[in-house]
């Protein structure tokens, strides 16, 4: 049973560049969540994936974020004209659909550090 | 709005001590969900345990025990006997059922178990 895989594990990049994170849930789930994670705090939402339908957004997720789904199996997330404030680790997490609130399981994250 | 406070920060104790974690939530809804997830250093969050409101009965799994206090708005996690590998950042969540989205975490417990 593979889990949650997300790459790359680690990303240095310069202020200003663009960086683009991958995301493979567990195959037989429909559910794909990305949350970011910053130092000393718990994972806070970023946005959520139904098959391939972006279904919500959190105000955190600026204009320079994107992410997509495009055939409801891996995901990707880009980030435009990196800020240092947007260092942090970025999770993604799958689950199925039907029952509510079920666990989530995550990936081991990816690491960024914009310099 | 939905709240999590792990009040906590860092716990430190010797193996085989028995450790409790604290986690108090606030929320409007009468349905909701608590979560318990285990964050060792390879950073992959790892499910623990899902309890739904109307459920207050504690729960045991070998060394891990759960008490649910409703009237306290509290979700408690007991580690009996600490091994060294419980090292971890342990994150009490809150999710409610229209909002399955958006699971709230808490700032998280660095638990250091020494030898």
């Known amino acids: 049973d593979t889990g949650v895989s997300q790459d790359p594990r680690h990303k240095i990049t310069k202020r200003g560049q663009n960086v683009t994170f991958r995301c493979d849930p567990i195959s037989e789930h429909n559910r794909l969540y990305w949350y970011r994670q910053t130092l000393g705090q718990g994972p806070e939402f970023l946005t959520y994936?139904?098959?391939?339908?972006?279904?919500?957004k959190s105000r955190l997720l600026s204009d320079r974020f994107s992410a997509e789904r495009p055939k409801g199996s891996f995901s990707t997330l880009e980030i435009q004209r990196t800020e240092q404030g947007d260092s942090a680790m970025y999770l993604c997490?799958?689950?199925?659909?039907?029952?509510?609130?079920?666990?989530?399981?995550f990936g081991s994250g990816t690491q960024l550090s914009v310099l | 709005a939905q709240k999590v406070t792990q009040a906590q920060t860092e716990i430190s104790v010797v193996e085989k001590e028995d450790v409790t974690l604290d986690c108090v939530y606030e929320?409007?809804?009468?349905?909701?969900?608590l979560f318990w997830y285990k964050q060792p250093p390879s950073g992959e969050l790892v499910f623990l345990i899902r309890?739904?409101?109307?459920?207050?009965q504690n729960e045991i799994s070998g060394r891990y025990s759960w008490n649910f206090q409703k009237s306290t708005s509290s979700f408690n996690f007991t580690i009996t006997a600490s091994q060294v590998v419980d090292s971890a950042v342990y994150f009490c969540a809150l999710s409610e059922p229209y909002n399955n989205n958006d699971m709230r975490f808490g700032a998280g417990t660095r638990l250091t178990v020494k030898p």
């Open positions: 997490a799958s689950t199925t659909s039907g029952a509510t609130n079920e666990k989530l399981f």
């Open positions: 994936f139904q098959n391939e339908a972006q279904l919500e």
């Open positions: 309890r739904n409101s109307f459920d207050e």
């Open positions: 929320t409007r809804d009468t349905t909701y969900y």
